[in-house]
């Protein structure tokens, strides 16, 4: 039977999409060999990566790290773009004042969304429609939650072609309409016996349909993102949201929106899938390298500090410049690791030894750890 006779497709670009099919699909759509062979390179990385991560002491060094770097990547897909240098200055100071720039915020509340969702997930146990508000509420620092029926949602051609500015979706309208969809998305996503059983791919399937929906005014595809991360982990494949799928996300920015619209215009939900799992498979190598070049360069730095034979507890202070990019005296005193003085000489010896770059920002003095930073940057 020819695919767009298993899906009921997107008729009208123009038109709201209120015939959205619900969760599940045809299996049919997806019980492919080249799925399936891709789906075990996709579930063979991640393993990798989550018995990595669990045998790490401090899971800070990844809580921070690796997650403040999957929000900027984030939100750079939406086009809310910050420097590094910001982002790591405004996470140190752990305050947002009037000299954090609005994209800057944005991430950083994109970060605290993460941690909110999985926390909420935690106590909850489940997905709910208010999982979903809440992180919309988050990420846009909202009081809202699903769109009205009067606001104009649609989504244009991006870049700047011939075909740029012109509407290529419509996602469905009417507050009982979202709300249904939704309602059917959260059976989908609690239901293990619904099909498929295999997480990633419900993951995959579950991330379109969110997308399709569309529910909120704005932040719908940080939303998504953070649906991903919290999934995985839900099901019990991550111990910690450090899945970095933003970055394949960027890297390969055209095909993400060319397959999500294969699924509405054609029902081909075999390339979505496919895209889907090399970006988890991807993702999850390029963070287990992170994972075993940031061990590696603590061990290295932290062998060069007790060389020196001056530091006391050496240990605990490279965990402490290791757990963001940027270190300030007070998170070593907060920590209770050192008494004021004794933080601030230990910073500078690190900064003469080369080990941190000390920063002097609007009259704050601030230590960067190049090596974190540089991967965190690849």
Known sequence: MPQK??????????????DLPELPIDERL????????QLGKAKEALAL????SVAIPNQALLINSITLQEA?????????????D????????????????????????????????QEYLREKGQFDMDYFINLYQEIKESKDGIRPPFAQTYIRQGGSGPNAGKRIYTPPKGKDVLERKLANLVAFLNDDTIPPTEPLLKMAMAHFQFEAIHPFRDGNGRAGRILNIHYITQKGLLDLPILYLS????????????????????GDWESWLLYMLRAIESTARLT????????EAKEAVLRAVESEKKFQRPDQLIEGIFTQPFTKVRHLTDAGIYAENT??????????????????????????????ENILSY
């Open 343 to 372: 933080a601030r000489n230990y910073l500078n010896e690190l900064a003469e030894m080369g080990v941190l770059e000390k920063k002097q920002i609007k009259g704050r003095h601030y230590y960067k750890n190049r090596e974190l």
């Open 86 to 117: 910001d982002l790591y200055q405004a996470f140190s100071d752990d305050k947002f004042d009037d000299t954090v720039s609005a994209a800057t915020k944005e991430v950083l509340r994109y970060r605290e969304a993460v941690w909110e969702g």
């Open 30 to 37: 997806y019980k492919e060999v080249e799925i399936y062979e």
């Open 247 to 266: 970055r394949y996300i960027i890297e390969h920015k055209q095909e993400y929106y060319d397959t999500l619209a294969g699924v509405s215009q054609r």
């Open 49 to 52: 990566l989550a018995g990595r």
């Open 72 to 84: 900027k990547d984030s939100s750079a897909i939406e086009n809310v773009f910050t420097t590094e």
């Open 5 to 18: 006779m298993l899906y009921r497709v997107n008729p009208d670009r123009n038109v709201p999409w209120n």
């Open 288 to 295: 287990y390298q992170k994972v075993n070049d940031l061990l």
